[in-house]
T-cell receptor
Framework: NAGVTQTPKFQVLKTGQSMTLQCAQD?????MSWYRQDPGMGLRLIHY???????DQGEVPNGYNVSRSTTEDFPLRLLSAAPSQTSVYFC??????????????????FGQGTRLTVV | SQKIEQNSEALNIQEGKTATLTCNYT??????LQWYRQDPGRGPVFLLL?????KEKRKERLKVTFDTTLKQSLFHITASQPADSATYLC????????????FGSGTRLLVRP
């Protein structure tokens, strides 16, 4: 199992450019999410999905789009990059609470992160 | 509004001592609480999960307590080692049963040899 794979690991964008951060998991997890991590701010939830075809907004969704066409993939799109989007981005996946027995493993598995700089 | 608080100041302790980290929350009724470890430049890694009906959970040198009355979890590392130096994050599921996992800002632990 590869777990959660994020690409790219590093990216520099110019203000106004668009790009897609890729995230794939091979654990058949229903739940996938994107976080950004800034110094002193911890992990903040951008968007999440409880299954293919279903997405919803987290705490800081503005400037980002997501889609979930398959169980495995959950790409994050920056529509028009801004310097305020300079951050480290993490994708995570887990089983969906309530979908399995009470002893099911519910922990989140994280990718290695994408360090994005917008200049 | 929902809030999770972890001590933002680094915890600096001597090797062999017990490290105790605190996670406080308000306006939540989480079904479970999780603790993660994060090393610089890496994604968080799951350590322990404790459910609302559990008071305490142990795994090797780690112990987590969960007091739903105080709205607090304590994370203990006994016989700490320099290799335990990292940032530790607590996380709770969203109050609205949307399965969102919300994280505290983390506490950095430094274990001196």
């Amino acid at each position: 199992n590869a777990g959660v794979t994020q690409t790219p690991k590093f990216q520099v964008l110019k203000t106004g450019q668009s790009m897609t951060l890729q995230c794939a998991q091979d654990m058949n997890h229903e739940y996938m999410s994107w976080y950004r991590q800034d110094p002193g701010m911890g992990l903040r939830l951008i968007h999440y999905s409880v299954g293919a075809g279903i997405t919803d907004q987290g705490e800081v969704p503005n400037g980002y789009n997501v889609s979930r066409s398959t169980t495995e993939d959950f790409p994050l799109r920056l529509l028009s990059a801004a310097p305020s989007q300079t951050s480290v981005y993490f994708c995570a996946s887990s089983y969906r609470r309530g979908a399995h027995s009470a002893t099911a493993r519910l922990e989140a598995f994280f990718g290695q992160g994408t360090r994005l700089t917008v200049v | 509004s929902q809030k999770i608080e972890q001590n933002s100041e680094a915890l600096n302790i001597q090797e062999g001592k017990t490290a105790t980290l605190t996670c406080n929350y308000t306006n939540y009724s989480p079904a479970y609480l999780q603790w993660y470890r994060q090393d610089p430049g890496r994604g968080p890694v799951f350590l322990l999960l404790i459910r609302e009906n559990e008071k305490e959970k142990r795994k090797e040198r780690l112990k987590v307590t969960f007091d739903t009355t105080l709205k607090q979890s304590l994370f203990h590392i006994t016989a700490s080692q320099p290799a335990d130096s990292a940032t530790y994050l607590c996380a709770l599921d969203g109050m609205d049963s949307s399965y969102k996992l919300i994280f505290g800002s983390g506490t950095r632990l430094l274990v001196r040899p």
